[in-house]
Structures are given as structure tokens and as C-alpha cells.
């Protein structure tokens, strides 16, 4: 996904880009399909991600109900994008990851000031 589309997506995804009530700055969306094994599976590692964290916004969107976001992925499911102040930071599509990769990147990228 090229960084254009990641624009799009949080476009698409945070429509008025309003962050939150709390100021928050970061936001993580969760991208998947309640029908779909692995998305279910990813649950567990993207509630872990947004453990103690609340300083920032989750967002999970099931692309069951959001059919032009879903566009969007075609099809690769889960996905999990992190934005910090509106701007695509990193993204991890499909299930090609490795959770604790995952885990490392989200920390670094909160850490990086990026």
C-alpha cells in the first residue's frame, strides 16, 4: 500500500481527520472481518497493542459493514495502520507479520517521535 493510499485510507477511515476528545494524536485502526479466522485471531494482539495506552485511539473497522473501506484493502485482511498527528506512520497488511514484530514496530514508532 503506497503512501497515497494510506492517506486515502485515513481519509476514508477518520472522515474530518478529528482525532479525539482526549487530544489524542495517535491512532491505530484495525482492519478486518469478524467472518475471517485470522482477523478474530488478531484481536488478541491488537487489544494488547492498545493495553494502557490511553493517550491514544483505537479504532477496529469490519469491513463487513464498511464495504468502501474495504475497497480500499482489497481484501487483505487483518490490517493494522498507525497514524500519528494524520500522517501514515506504518502499516502491517495481511498475516505475513509476526505479532511480536508488530508489537515491536508500534512501540518504536510511539518511542521515534515520528
Not at 24 to 48: H, I, M, N, Q, Y
Not at 59 to 75: H, K, M, P, Q
Request: aromatic share 10%.
Amino acid at each position: 500500500m503506497a503512501i497515497g493510499d494510506l492517506r486515502e485510507a485515513y481519509a476514508a477511515l477518520a472522515p474530518g481527520a478529528v482525532i479525539s476528545e482526549r487530544g489524542s494524536a495517535v491512532v491505530l485502526f484495525s482492519v478486518g472481518s469478524g467472518l475471517s479466522s485470522p482477523c478474530r485471531a488478531f484481536k488478541s494482539v491488537f487489544d494488547e497493542i492498545a493495553q494502557g495506552q490511553d493517550n491514544e485511539q483505537y479504532e477496529v473497522v469490519d469491513v463487513e459493514t464498511e464495504r468502501s473501506i474495504a475497497a480500499l484493502f482489497d481484501g487483505v485482511v487483518p490490517s493494522l495502520l498507525f497514524y500519528k498527528d494524520g500522517v501514515p506512520v506504518c502499516c502491517f497488511l495481511g498475516t505475513r507479520w509476526a505479532t511480536e514484530d508488530v508489537l515491536l514496530w508500534i512501540r518504536d514508532c510511539r518511542n521515534s517521535g515520528a
